[in-house]
């Protein structure tokens, strides 16, 4: 595939996009012609369609699109100028390349939340993980492929599947420094701890809010999605069950950040402030990425840490 990262003035490119946006738009001389934004996961690229003849077939915005045109330069910023567009069949893309996508390695990160699935000795909290990442299929599917949200952390392809794993590894230092954690319940919480964002969040290249989502959001779902399989598991003590919802509906820590219940169990506390801490060392590293080129050491007043962040100094 041909990135657009690589594109050189003056290059024929006959390749496959992401259609950001489409506008419909006219030339001062009245002329209509198509302005678009493509889309990879290296970048975006502005292109014009300025002859709307019969090589251009109808496509909108979100779409997948075949285009042939040829890279120029206006206000010494690349172009493509297009003179032919269709509409790309499945199977002629991977969505992974045009959008946001974990650099982990997705089966390796898998492999290992299954080794924390099997170090589960509790019978019942093990074959609860099972029902999840195991047993259903489509919930696999679309746990691997998910981020962790919209936007602020985690926002790319495996995003969540990559927090999952991280909470839980948090855990698990939590739980061999605090013999008072129960281990199996407070790994199982953090495997499970955001699983409602299956849900909460449609597939890319949307990555928005359903509603679903916007109505219940994701740790209200999460609890019910633990719910209907705890009661599928046969003589599943409810107890347990409610500890492992609780942890759930408190994972957030604080009524105000959206948690329904504050943590009563050391577990739950214990869930929240590793899911905190994955959140804001994964923002802040992000961050860092964005602004590794810029000189200046200061990268501004960022409202998520009220603060002014600077990069340190190796």
């Known amino acids: 595939m041909k990135f657009i990262e690589t594109m050189l003035e003056g290059e024929s490119i006959s390749e496959v996009y992401f259609c950001k946006n489409k506008v419909d738009a006219k030339t001062k001389a009245g002329k209509s012609y198509y302005s678009v934004f493509l889309q990879d996961r290296t970048g975006i690229l502005d292109g014009k369609v300025w002859d709307l003849n019969n090589g251009i077939e109808h496509f909108e915005t979100n779409d997948y699109i075949r285009v042939d045109g040829v890279v120029t330069s206006f206000n010494g910023t690349?172009?493509?100028?297009?003179?032919?567009?269709?509409?790309?069949?499945?199977?002629?893309?991977?969505?992974?390349?045009?959008?946001?996508?974990?650099?982990?390695?997705?089966?390796?990160?898998?492999?290992?939340?299954?080794?924390?699935?099997?170090?589960?000795?509790?019978?019942?909290?093990?074959?609860?993980?099972?029902?999840?990442?195991?047993?259903?299929?489509?919930?696999?599917?679309?746990?691997?492929?998910?981020?962790?949200?919209?936007?602020?952390?985690?926002?790319?392809?495996g995003g969540l599947l990559q927090h999952s794993l991280a909470v839980a590894e948090i855990?698990?230092?939590?739980?061999?420094?605090?013999?008072?954690?129960?281990?199996?319940?407070?790994?199982?919480?953090?495997?499970?701890?955001?699983?409602?964002?299956?849900?909460?969040?449609?597939?890319?290249p949307l990555n928005d809010y359903t509603d679903e989502g916007q109505l219940l959001g994701h740790i209200v779902m999460g609890a019910m999605m633990v719910q209907e399989k705890a009661e599928k598991i046969e003589g599943f003590p409810k107890v347990l069950k409610d500890e492992v919802i609780h942890c759930i509906l408190a994972h957030h820590g604080e009524l105000e950040y959206g948690s329904p219940k504050k943590p009563a169990l050391i577990e739950a506390q214990a869930l929240s402030l590793a899911d905190n801490m994955d959140a804001k060392l994964q923002t802040f590293s992000e961050q860092l990425e964005a602004r590794a080129k810029e000189k200046d050491d200061w990268m501004g007043f960022n409202k998520i840490f009220d603060s002014n962040l600077r990069k340190t100094t190796i």
């Open 78 to 157: 690349l172009q493509l100028n297009i003179k032919r567009i269709r509409r790309a069949q499945e199977g002629e893309y991977d969505v992974a390349d045009y959008m946001p996508v974990t650099k982990n390695d997705s089966d390796k990160m898998y492999d290992d939340l299954m080794s924390k699935i099997e170090s589960v000795k509790n019978k019942y909290l093990n074959e609860l993980l099972r029902s999840f990442f195991v047993d259903d299929a489509a919930f696999v599917k679309s746990f691997r492929s998910h981020s962790a949200a919209k936007s602020i952390h985690h926002s790319f392809i």
């Open 171 to 204: 855990c698990e230092f939590i739980a061999g420094k605090y013999s008072a954690v129960n281990r199996d319940l407070l790994i199982t919480a953090a495997l499970l701890h955001d699983i409602g964002k299956v849900k909460e969040l449609s597939d890319f």
